[in-house]
């Protein structure tokens, strides 16, 4: 899940115009996900960003994840971004997201909410 996405500069690298995109990854599942790899891509991605894909050895049952992902893009708003996940047990999953201009109150909202980026925290499910 993409919770929100906006556009930004890479200066210190020297790559210009960049996605930031916060990616939230949950495991539904009742065991461990194991080497869960997650990856940030542009359709017009000029060049590789450092921050553009994390690895997580163990996700556990019913926790999920946020991280912030960074991938380089071509200059203007025309952007879209597909952040895609897979494990062990898993076929890759991919979610894609255009407009990433700003993070609009909502996907602020939903970020603050996801708690520490980089830290597994339990979900509950409703029934």
């Not at 996405?5 to 939230?24: M, Y």
């Not at 940030?40 to 946020?66: R, W, Y």
């Not at 898993?90 to 520490?116: F, H, M, V, W």
Request: include cysteine; hydrophobic fraction near 40%.
């Amino acid at each position: 899940m993409i919770l929100g996405c906006d556009t930004g500069l890479d200066i210190t690298r020297g790559l210009g115009e960049v996605k930031n995109a916060w990616v939230t990854v949950q495991n539904f599942g009742t065991a461990n996900a194991h080497n869960v790899h997650i990856d940030l891509s542009a359709n017009d991605e000029e060049a590789s960003h450092p921050d553009k894909s994390v690895n997580i050895g163990i996700l556990p049952p019913q926790n999920q994840i946020t991280f912030k992902l960074t991938v380089d893009s071509g200059l203007g708003f025309g952007s879209e971004i597909t952040a895609t996940a897979d494990s062990d047990e898993t076929d890759p999953i991919s979610i894609s997201k255009t407009q990433c201009r700003y993070l609009d109150a909502n996907a602020r909202e939903l970020i603050a909410n996801a708690g520490a980026l980089g830290v597994t925290v339990a979900i509950q499910l409703l029934k």
